[in-house]
């Protein structure tokens, strides 16, 4: 697949030098102290917490859906998303289950996930222990040996479940804790799917995304590179993954699918990836559902959905603002 190629940190995000060269003068010290709870969520935020279980992934996979179920479950989860998302929480450690709501706790959390397999490198303990002190790295530590190797297995599910912790910080802690994040996952000069998936979901939580202003507007060519990059998802065949890059654009009509067209696999790489995707954020409302469906269809081209298609499904929605609900694996 495109995606098991290593990625050097600058080359990926130098397509926008005006928000890389903002956020590198944030100051480490932001992640310490008082700053970094500098606002706890009021009440009525648990709601939305409770709420976000209808978007995970589950741990037992329903049984694949429809085209037509997915779509009308974007933004509107059902009775079996939630039963399926319930099932996933309850299986959780209980002592992971009771700290993803806490806001203190939400930077070690998503630091455990983006740890390399075995604990992490010696330098990704250097760079936590850094911005988050002693204590901090202890605490992450400690939530990867609770996460265990089940947990590994819905880094999705626990990453999202953690988000409106996150999300109750000020917009300087969230950049500062960005930094932080990009500067683990590049310990190792490489960068695979998930860690992407994962640094896309977080800055699509940030007021960063904002600071990234299209001055181009998205173009045919970054749908193309986007249904491309799904369809390779699914399959490294380049005739399996063009088959299903062609499913992709019944969801268009004739006018609209005029221009679009597969991309081979040396362009779909995510340093050409994040640029577009993030472009088709400023696309208008039909075109981001247009391609919400066009991606469904290219998924669902052989009739299931694997975990990689999964992953950067919900990396494009959550750029597109169009939650996801329980997604069949498998």
């Known amino acids: ?32 102290g008082d700053t970094w709870v500098s606002r706890r969520p009021e009440a009525a935020d648990d709601s939305e917490t409770a709420g976000l279980i209808s978007k995970i992934q589950p741990s037992v996979a329903p049984r694949s859906r429809g085209i037509d179920e997915i779509m009308a479950s974007v933004g ?24 993803l709501h806490r806001v203190e706790h939400a930077r070690e959390i998503l630091c455990a996930l983006l740890l390399e397999p075995g604990g992490g490198s010696v330098k990704q303990h250097v760079l936590i222990r850094e911005a988050l002190g002693e204590s901090g790295l202890a605490q992450t530590l400690r939530f990867l040996e609770l996460m265990g190797e089940d947990g590994r ?3 999705l599910s626990i990453l999202q479940l953690a988000l409106p912790a996150f999300r109750a910080f000020e917009p300087i802690p969230q950049r500062a804790f960005l930094v932080l ?33 299209a001055r181009l507007k998205p173009t045919k060519r970054d749908v193309s590179l986007v249904l491309s990059a799904l369809a390779y998802s699914g399959s490294s065949n380049v005739t399996e993954a063009k088959k299903a890059f062609e499913a992709g654009l019944l969801a ?31 696309a208008f409302p039909d075109t981001k559902k247009g391609l919400i469906e066009a991606s469904a269809r290219v ?10 298609e999964n992953e950067l499904l919900h990396a494009v929605c959550a750029v597109l603002e169009a939650p996801l609900p329980v997604m069949a694996v498998g």
Not at 1 to 29: C, K, Q, V
Request: proline share 6%; hydrophobic share 40%.
């Open 1 to 32: 697949m495109f995606f098991g190629s290593a990625l050097n940190f600058s080359s990926l995000f130098a397509t926008h030098p005006p928000l890389e060269d903002r956020i590198a003068r944030i100051s480490p010290s932001l992640l310490q």
């Open 76 to 99: 509107a989860p059902q009775a079996r998303d939630l039963e399926a998302a319930c099932t996933l929480i309850q299986s959780l450690n209980p002592e992971l289950r009771d700290e």
């Open 153 to 155: 297995q819905h880094r």
């Open 181 to 213: 994040a990009r500067e683990l996952v590049f310990a190792d000069q490489k960068f695979d799917l998930f860690e992407y998936v994962a640094l896309t979901i977080i800055e699509s939580q940030t007021d960063s995304r904002n600071r990234r202003a």
């Open 252 to 282: 268009f009509n004739e006018k609209s699918k005029a221009g679009l067209e597969f991309c081979p696999p040396d362009v779909c790489k995510f340093e050409h990836l994040s640029p577009s995707v993030w472009r088709l954020a400023h």
């Open 299 to 308: 998924i669902m081209a052989d009739g299931k959905m694997a975990r990689e």
